[in-house]
């Protein structure tokens, strides 16, 4: 389960595929990584890219459970934490980006050697169910008066666009809302007060309503061997993940 700004839940549906899927693609990237003993991987965010390789894994496989698996406990938020959620949104994000730079290479293919396999919209189709979700649960909250219900008070920018848009912009935005229904903010990229005075950092965290812990906490550092049963049974759990949903889908 996984506490997020609109309760404790745990993702399933269209959202869970979204992360799985996404989660995936970050395994993927890591297993490069290992096949070629590059122990600098990076994804964006300093506190999962300041990780060993290991801890990455331990942390993914936290993280994986905590937002897909209802019998998870809720985890204690923390900077690597957010973080790794947040490098999973840059991988999709990255995915998209991606088949739009493509689409023009695609569109003069020749058709003889085009691959009907092949779905030039995977990542935008991806992320565009979960968030067709938040337009039709977004529209059915809203009050008699036309106004947004409390509850709902983070969605009001939510708008429809074409699920096979060429605008970077458009699914800039799409990657936002949706990253807003598990982030709370982006504390993680905060350079941990080095520069702010003790007492005002402290201030400032419970303002911002973080534990001490934070930024302090550190993740498991497995040996080698047990990272990678943890990078297995985490692709074999997302796996499951991707064919339940999808087998859901197509009822």
Known sequence: MWRTPFGTKTFSGTYALMLARGILELIDRIQESLDEEDDDFRVGHRAFD???LEQKIWTLHKVTHGLLDKKTPACELSAFVEATIACIFCVLEDGVMIEI???NDYDDAPEENS???YDRFYWRKTLFAPYYELIKEDNATET???EKSENNEKKEEIEPIDAESEEEDDWEMV???LESQVLWDAD???D???DIDPDKSDLLKRLLGMHDAYFSSIPNDPAHPEALALLKE???FCNGIVRREEKLLKK
């Open 234 to 236: 985490t692709k074999k």
């Open 144 to 146: 008699s008066e036309g």
């Open 101 to 103: 730079d493509m689409a």
């Open 115 to 117: 691959d009907d396999s």
């Open 192 to 194: 941990e007060f080095e």
């Open 175 to 177: 990657i936002e809302i």
């Open 188 to 190: 993680y990229d905060l």
């Open 50 to 52: 300041c990780l060993t």
